[in-house]
């Protein structure tokens, strides 16, 4: 691999991938945004704006859009930014098209596939099984990076030199970046947030306070943390910018579209209600399928992540699926 990245594409024109674009840029020599959407490529190559997602924000001079994925190849260094039921799909069209064995490839989607229940790192060491494979995750709301608002990250790597040198371009002095070898806690924190955003939306829809509220995140991250060991991570990595920074930033913000979606549920909406008026993906509702299948398959106990499946996929009312979360038999606060 070359000492620096002097380009880079990034996969997915949505508002993640619109702000990695404004956060990258300024340290790279061209950055390509590949999507679906030749309105969007139009308006980005044009105007240098996003005209569906984070319109507001001007992108560098240096950032460019294509709807061709073969453009993508040109780059030593490639984000995937598409929602996690995309990934396989993609990463296979990319390795139809030849992509370079030497290509560094960056997992940004917070998710676990729902049919084999693997991470999205996973999915791309099997299609590319001689490319560099890493992730970044963390409290990173796009709306807020996008605005150059300070931030941190976590960036998961077994080889220590490639996250340092990934370290290198997403360090900004309003954006600090960590990095970790442990890709399997990082993925499983990002992914099983997103389940517990949604619990904590549906407790601000139905009213039931602050003090509950903070409770239901209390027991999310013992919960997360759990079923995150027995799912392959570390302990520590829960404790850390992917496990409770992540929980704390999505179930709290009003960026968080999961959270969006659980406050509509406890208003009263359907599912289908909530979603559609979204107008965007909210990995959580997927990702509660998946993670609940994992969790069966594992053997562990998460009465969180059954109370939010019941709401969603069973036709559970939301106030009653939390009445009996909160009824359950007492027992020991570390158990």
Same mark, same amino acid.
């Given at each position: 691999?070359?000492?620096?990245?002097?380009?880079?594409?990034?996969?997915?024109?949505?508002?993640?991938?619109?702000?990695?674009?404004?956060?990258?840029?300024?340290?790279?020599?061209?950055?390509?945004?590949?999507?679906?959407?030749?309105?969007?490529?139009?308006?980005?190559? %044009?105007?240098?704006?996003? %005209?569906?997602?984070?319109?507001?924000?001007?992108?560098?001079?240096?950032?460019?859009?294509?709807?061709? &994925?073969?453009?993508?190849?040109?780059?030593?260094?490639?984000?995937?930014?598409?929602?996690?039921?995309?990934?396989?799909?993609?990463?296979?069209?990319?390795?139809?098209?030849?992509?370079?064995? %030497?290509?560094?490839?960056?997992?940004?989607?917070?998710?676990?596939?729902?049919?084999? *229940?693997?991470?999205?790192?996973?999915?791309?060491?099997?299609?590319?099984?001689?490319?560099?494979?890493?992730?970044?995750?963390?409290?990173?709301?796009?709306?807020?990076?996008?605005?150059?608002?300070?931030?941190?990250?976590?960036?998961? %790597?077994?080889?220590?030199?490639?996250?340092?040198?990934?370290?290198?371009?997403?360090?900004?002095?309003?954006?600090?970046?960590?990095?970790?070898?442990?890709?399997?806690?990082?993925? &499983? =924190? =990002?992914?099983?947030?997103?389940?517990?955003?949604?619990?904590?939306?549906?407790?601000?829809?139905?009213? &039931? *306070?602050?003090?509950?509220?903070?409770?239901?995140?209390?027991?999310?991250?013992?919960?997360?943390?759990?079923?995150?060991?027995? &799912?392959? $991570?570390?302990?520590?990595?829960?404790? $850390?910018?992917?496990?409770?920074?992540?929980?704390?930033?999505?179930?709290?913000?009003?960026?968080?579209?999961?959270?969006?979606?659980?406050?509509?549920?406890?208003?009263?909406?359907?599912?289908?209600?909530?979603?559609?008026?979204?107008?965007?993906?909210?990995? $959580?509702?997927?990702? /509660?399928?998946?993670?609940?299948?994992?969790?069966?398959?594992?053997?562990?106990? /998460?009465?969180?992540?059954?109370?939010?499946?019941?709401?969603?996929?069973?036709?559970?009312?939301?106030?009653?699926?939390?009445?009996?979360?909160?009824?359950?038999?007492?027992?020991?606060?570390?158990?």
């Amino acid at each position: 691999m070359p000492d620096s990245f002097p380009s880079a594409a990034i996969l997915g024109t949505g508002s993640f991938g619109t702000a990695l674009a404004v956060l990258l840029a300024p340290r790279l020599k061209e950055l390509l945004l590949v999507g679906r959407d030749p309105a969007v490529t139009e308006s980005i190559n %044009s105007l240098h704006r996003n %005209s569906r997602y984070l319109s507001q924000i001007q992108l560098p001079e240096n950032v460019r859009a294509s709807t061709r &994925l073969a453009d993508a190849l040109e780059h030593p260094l490639l984000f995937f930014g598409v929602p996690t039921a995309a990934t396989r799909q993609t990463a296979s069209d990319l390795a139809a098209l030849g992509l370079p064995a %030497s290509t560094v490839l960056v997992s940004c989607a917070k998710g676990i596939e729902r049919d084999t *229940g693997e991470r999205m790192s996973e999915i791309l060491r099997e299609i590319f099984p001689a490319n560099p494979v890493a992730v970044v995750s963390g409290p990173n709301h796009a709306e807020e990076i996008a605005a150059n608002l300070a931030t941190c990250a976590v960036i998961g %790597s077994t080889d220590e030199t490639l996250a340092r040198r990934l370290q290198e371009i997403f360090t900004a002095p309003h954006f600090r970046s960590y990095t970790s070898d442990d890709l399997a806690g990082i993925e &499983l =924190g =990002g992914a099983i947030k997103n389940v517990y955003a949604i619990a904590a939306g549906i407790a601000a829809g139905l009213g &039931l *306070g602050d003090n509950a509220i903070a409770a239901l995140v209390t027991r999310a991250l013992a919960e997360m943390t759990r079923l995150g060991v027995a &799912l392959g $991570g570390r302990a520590e990595t829960f404790a $850390g910018l992917s496990g409770v920074g992540d929980l704390i930033a999505t179930c709290f913000s009003v960026h968080s579209r999961n959270h969006r979606v659980g406050l509509a549920l406890g208003h009263g909406k359907t599912l289908e209600e909530a979603t559609s008026a979204l107008g965007m993906v909210a990995e $959580g509702v997927p990702n /509660t399928l998946s993670i609940h299948d994992a969790a069966r398959k594992a053997g562990v106990r /998460t009465p969180i992540i059954d109370a939010v499946h019941s709401i969603l996929y069973q036709g559970k009312p939301a106030a009653r699926a939390m009445h009996d979360l909160l009824n359950r038999d007492p027992r020991p606060e570390h158990d």
